[in-house]
């Protein structure tokens, strides 16, 4: 331990060098987990779905939507969710499930309604790589 602090008073510059990249590392690897928490897989969403305790929510636009979208999805865009119109098809189901083509929208949609998750008790996840993930499982999707 004493040739450690007589190396960094030594090299103070390296030093800081390496104390920063160490913070910085830590900082990326704790917000890749708290992401990870928030993404659901494919498999995990079935069971949720089979079981009937969770709601899917398609954040795409309509047109995409409507080409092809998960079964019993809603789409739904930032103002329906802000104004709580999900909430009242939703009565029972706690987990709400977001949707987009890759995941990077719903990742923007999910910072925007983290309070309502916290205020109506609702867990919300996003379904990890999106639609895309999805077809690449090759599980099923309706065409309207």
Not at 40 to 68: P, V
Not at 122 to 127: A, D, N, S, T, V
Request: net charge positive; proline share 1%.
């Amino acid at each position: 331990m004493g040739k450690l602090i007589q190396f960094a008073s030594n090299h103070t510059i390296l030093s800081l060098i390496w104390l920063s990249l160490l913070i910085l590392l830590l900082i990326n690897f704790i917000r890749n987990k708290i992401n990870n928490m928030l993404t659901i897989s494919r498999y995990e969403t079935i069971s949720l779905m089979n079981r009937n305790h969770a709601m899917i929510i398609d954040l795409r636009n309509q047109k995409e939507y409507c080409n092809e979208h998960i079964i019993n999805s809603f789409n739904l865009n930032l103002c329906h969710i802000k104004n709580d119109i999900f909430y009242k098809k939703n009565n029972t189901k706690k987990i709400l499930i977001l949707v987009c083509d890759n995941g990077k929208l719903s990742k923007k949609i999910l910072k925007k309604i983290n309070k309502i998750e916290q205020s109506k008790n609702f867990k919300i996840y996003i379904l990890e790589d999106g639609i895309t993930g999805w077809k690449l499982d090759n599980l099923p999707l309706v065409k309207s």
